[in-house]
Structures are given as structure tokens and as C-alpha cells.
């Protein structure tokens, strides 16, 4: 759905692991506008927030690229405007192996945050070293944390669309499309009404989402923006698909899922 950006002799450029990782300049610009609010401590806050979207969406990028290597397809790293991607050499047959593709991304971050929040734990750095410190700590739990889980939502084009697409085709062969894509359509609507509601809320004297606990991710105008936008292009693809569209997914299972 995202084409690869061109390339801009303002590039950052270099390998992981072995991957080629390329950062488009947007990259930048974009993590520091998300992360504006920060400005009110400071710069070092920006600078921190900014650090902690690059490595949170480099390490998703990398569970990726892991699961192509792993499955016989090279990939490279990009990170641009709308966050990173992973592009293979060539496809991954297989759904059982797309659906792992797909999930090593969230996987990969769920793993960061674990590994952030036992090294406090068991050296308890996180409150210790000061507000910055603190806040290097805390956004490197949450971000990758909260943004595994909301890339797992089954809406094109996240990770979780992605999961959802092949399940439906599996299970719907031909129709699989169709219902993924219904599904997509109504819950990237429910969570843009979600963002709204929220920002109502944040607006109004009395609060009336009180009962939500704490760790419920709160939505914003934002939200609503970029799940509103989603509703709209997956409404439009199911259009595309015109009314009794039907093709036989190709069975392309690899041996072990037969
Ligand atoms: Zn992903």
C-alpha cells in the first residue's frame, strides 16, 4: 500500500546485522513533530523522544527483515515519514510463514520493552538517574508496548491486517479478501470514533471515560486522523473489489502446513 520512498542525498545510510538500512530525512522530521508536546522540558526531551521512536521502529523493522532472512528472502530497512519498512527480495511463500513475517515486527518490540523493564528491575537505572533518565526509560517501555499491540489491529495496512488477510483467505479462500477487508473497514471506524470520543473527553469539565483503567490507551484527534484516513482507503479497496468479486487464492502452503 506504502511504496518504497526515492532515495534523497540526505540519506542515512548502514547495515544491521547484515541488513541495509536506509533513513529518509522525513524520517526526522516527522518523530520530532510527534514528539513536539516535549519541547516544553526541553530540548534533551525531544532529543530522547526522537532517539526512542528510531530505535523502537528500527528493532520492529529488524523482526521483520529476521523472519524474511529466515524464510530465504534478503530484505532491507527503510524509515520514512509513516514509520518503517521491511522490504524482501522476494515473497515469503507460504501463509503460516507470512503470518510469522508479519507478527516478528510486534514481537520484536514486545521483546525490547521485556528486556528495558527486567534490566530495571534487576539494576533499577529507570528512577534513579534523574527526570531524563527516567523518561528514556519509561517512553522505551510504552512505545514499544503500545505500539505492538496497535500495530497487531487487524487494519490494512498495519501488521495485524496483514495476519488477518492471510486467516480469512485461509479460511474463505476466494471471499477472504472481501471479509478482511469488512472487518478492517469497521474497526479502523471504531477506533477513529474512539479517538473522537477522546478528544471530547479531554475537552469537557466532567470526564466520562473515568472508568477506562490507567494503562487503557487514551485517543486523540490524531487518532481519529489516521484511523479516519484507514477506514476510508480500505472502503475503497472493498469498492475495487466490486460486488460479487470472487478468485481462488493461489494454495501456495508450504509443505509442512499441508
Ligand atoms: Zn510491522
Known amino acids: 500500500m506504502f511504496p518504497e520512498p526515492d532515495r534523497t542525498p540526505?540519506?542515512?545510510?548502514?547495515?544491521?546485522?547484515?541488513?541495509?538500512?536506509?533513513?529518509?530525512?522525513?524520517?526526522?522530521?516527522?518523530a520530532a513533530l510527534l514528539g513536539a508536546s516535549a519541547l516544553d522540558d526541553g530540548l534533551a526531551y525531544l532529543a530522547v523522544w526522537v532517539a526512542v521512536v528510531f530505535v523502537s521502529i528500527l528493532v520492529h523493522e529488524l523482526g521483520h527483515a529476521v523472519a524474511f532472512r529466515r524464510f530465504g528472502s534478503d530484505a532491507h530497512i527503510v524509515l520514512w515519514a509513516f514509520g518503517g519498512l521491511a522490504v524482501p527480495r522476494s515473497g515469503v511463500a507460504g501463509r503460516g510463514r507470512r503470518v510469522l513475517v508479519a507478527l516478528a515486527g510486534p514481537a520484536a518490540g514486545f521483546v525490547l520493552c521485556g528486556l528495558v523493564y527486567a534490566s530495571d528491575r534487576v539494576g533499577d537505572w529507570g528512577a534513579t538517574n534523574g527526570p531524563l533518565v527516567y523518561e528514556l526509560y519509561f517512553q522505551l517501555v510504552f512505545v514499544n508496548l503500545y505500539w505492538g499491540v496497535f500495530n497487531l489491529l487487524p487494519v490494512f495496512p498495519l501488521d495485524g491486517g496483514q495476519v488477518s488477510k492471510e486467516l480469512c483467505e485461509g479460511r474463505w479462500r476466494g471471499r477472504g479478501l472481501r471479509v478482511a477487508l469488512q472487518v478492517s473497514v469497521g474497526v479502523a471506524a471504531a477506533v477513529a470514533a474512539y479517538g473522537v470520543v477522546c478528544f471530547l473527553d479531554s475537552k469537557s469539565d466532567r470526564s466520562f471515560l473515568g472508568f477506562l483503567p490507567w494503562w487503557f490507551p487514551r485517543g486523540s484527534l490524531w487518532t481519529a486522523l489516521l484511523f479516519g484516513m484507514l477506514a476510508a482507503q480500505n472502503y475503497q479497496l472493498l469498492q475495487h473489489l466490486g460486488r460479487g468479486y470472487h478468485?481462488?487464492?493461489?494454495?501456495?502452503?508450504?509443505?509442512?502446513?499441508?
Open 10 to 30: 540526505y540519506d542515512l545510510n548502514f547495515r544491521l546485522f547484515g541488513f541495509p538500512v536506509r533513513v529518509h530525512p522525513l524520517f526526522w522530521l516527522v
Open 247 to 258: 478468485y481462488e487464492a493461489p494454495d501456495d502452503r508450504v509443505s509442512w502446513e499441508k
